[in-house]
Nanobody
Framework: QVQLVESGGGLVQAGGSLRLSCAASGIFFSSGVMGWYRQAPGKQREFVASISGGGTPNYASSVKGRFTISRDNAKNTVYLQMNSLRPEDTAMYYC???????WGQGTQVTVSS
């Protein structure tokens, strides 16, 4: 059974930074694509970034140049470094293992203007 535990969210002022973490278990982590998604109130969940098992990243255009996804296969953990945060980045952030339907509980990011 896949388990995903996100952490690292919080309240930050615009222009600030946060680093999210997602600890995964129950999957063959090192070979799989991992991703981050977010959902703002009243909006659909949207793709933020993904990273292949070999470390190749992919970003939504809205976060490219500000967010960096990385992974530590030894720790079964994927990270999202978020810089130059904007109020429109406010959302619940979730990680996901591509090919699996499980979602974690998410971690809230709130950016004040």
């Amino acid at each position: 059974q896949v388990q995903l535990v996100e952490s690292g969210g919080g309240l930050v002022q615009a222009g600030g930074s946060l680093r999210l973490s997602c600890a995964a278990s129950g999957i063959f982590f090192s070979s799989g694509v991992m991703g981050w998604y977010r959902q703002a109130p009243g909006k659909q969940r949207e793709f933020v970034a993904s990273i292949s098992g070999g470390g190749t990243p992919n970003y939504a255009s809205s976060v490219k140049g500000r967010f960096t996804i990385s992974r530590d296969n030894a720790k079964n953990t994927v990270y999202l470094q978020m810089n130059s945060l904007r109020p429109e980045d406010t959302a619940m952030y979730y990680c996901k293992a591509f090919g699996d339907t499980s979602w974690g509980q998410g971690t809230q990011v709130t950016v004040s203007s």
